[in-house]
């Protein structure tokens, strides 16, 4: 089986035409650029994602069966969850995950968890403070502000609502 050649960039870059050199770099894009499915994609974050939730609610379930109720056992679930998805993000096992399953390892609340801890492991080298402490909230920072800022604005919105005597 004969070797495939990998196309140059270098070549891309050197030649003198614009046109030509448009359309060997477009064509050179399409060379490298992997192919996904689609369809295979969103069946694995489903599976994905839909084994996490399995998950939590084996916990809910084992957390009643221990005497918590319901209110209680959902939390302790959440508890449960991030704590399992920060320590595999620890081991490095989260971001192989992430990598198989996609969306479905990010929407759940483990996906959080791994995006403000990913930072913290990622970041250790440099020291508690210039470190971990200045890149923590690098992923989950806009997260966190723009879903405090909605909640304000929404609620500033209901207020007005209310005292206008819509809702």
């Keep these: 089986m004969a070797k495939q050649n990998k196309p140059s960039v270098s070549g891309v870059v050197k030649e003198k035409n614009k046109t030509t050199r448009n359309e060997n770099y477009n064509q050179y894009v399409k060379q490298v650029t992997p192919k996904f499915s689609c369809f ?72 959080f968890a791994n995006s403000v801890a990913a930072p913290a492991v990622e970041y250790k080298k440099e020291g508690q403070v210039f470190g971990v402490g200045a890149k923590i909230f690098t992923v989950a920072g806009p997260v966190i502000l723009y879903g405090i800022f909605s909640t304000w604005v929404l609620g500033l919105f209901y207020y007005i609502l209310k005292q206008v005597g819509i809702v």
């Design 40 to 111: 295979k994609n969103c069946v694995k974050a489903f599976v994905i994602g839909g084994i996490i939730c399995v998950i939590g609610q084996g916990f809910i379930k084992y957390y009643e069966s221990l005497g918590a109720d319901k209110e209680l056992a959902k939390s302790y679930n959440t508890i449960t969850l991030v704590f399992l998805a920060i320590l595999l993000t620890g081991l490095g096992l989260y971001q192989k995950l992430a990598k198989f399953g996609g969306a479905g390892t990010l929407v759940p609340i483990t996906g």
